[in-house]
């Protein structure tokens, strides 16, 4: 505990200074809040002093570009009409530091969905092309009746996605120098590796499918629905 840094804090919560930061471990924090809550409940605790308002206006005019207030009767005004708001700034200020203090890290943000991966039951294995005509960043159409859709190479690995678009079913199609594949139907486009990039429905469709495809013996196969499937 940083019994010092506790003390100094409270004294200068006392006599209305700005406290000095210093390093509060997780024991400090409940004598903190106790301090803060106990200076708040003195009489004449919610209003901020005249000197504190008037440098908050001072810097707000600053930032702003405005004159600053004149002295005298406007001024008196701006601080009575404005020590509510400075006074519940500071506060927060004063209950932001407590909080950050002590507060856990934020929760991560939640796992995107697992990828809908097309696996046919007895399925069996279409060659789509050489390895060699496939280089890294190509992407290549192949149609073989029951399924039809896109490979492509990236990181040195070979993936395939369906070419049927995932809102009505209209047949994609592969725009190469843009490495993305659109819809004629309704103006949506997929990236090669089946995320959306653009649409104008209602309700953003669901990312393509991937196909199940394998490298072997120099060619790109993709497991496809037996033949009269």
């Given at each position: ?5 506790v ?82 700034a500071?506060?927060g ?61 990236i ?9 049927t ?65």
């Open positions: 505990m940083s019994t010092r840094g003390r100094r804090f409270v004294k200068d919560l006392l006599r209305r200074r700005r406290p000095h930061p210093f390093a509060a471990g997780p024991a400090d924090e409940a004598e903190l809040r106790t301090a803060v809550l106990l200076r708040a409940a003195r009489p004449g605790a919610g209003a901020a002093s005249e000197e504190f308002v008037a440098g908050l206006h001072r810097r707000l005019a600053q930032e702003l570009g405005e004159p600053a207030p004149p002295r005298g009767g406007n001024r008196r005004r701006f601080i009575q009409v404005s020590s509510a708001a400075a006074a519940a500071a506060a200020a004063g209950v932001e530091y407590l909080v950050t203090s002590g507060a856990e890290p934020a929760a991560a943000p939640p796992p995107p969905p697992p990828e809908e991966v097309l696996r046919p039951e007895n399925g069996q294995w279409r060659a789509v092309t050489a390895a060699h005509d496939l280089p890294e960043g190509g992407v290549l159409p192949f149609d073989f009746g029951a399924v039809a859709g896109f490979v492509h190479r990181g040195g690995q070979v993936r395939a996605v369906s070419a678009c995932t809102h009505l079913g209209c047949r994609l199609n592969l725009d190469a120098p843009a490495r993305r594949l659109n819809c004629p139907c309704h103006r949506t486009s997929f990236a090669v590796d089946g995320g959306v990039l653009t649409h104008q429905l209602p309700v953003t469709p669901p990312p393509l499918p991937h196909l199940v495809v394998r490298e072997a013996a120099g060619v790109v196969e993709v497991l496809v629905p037996p033949t009269g499937a």
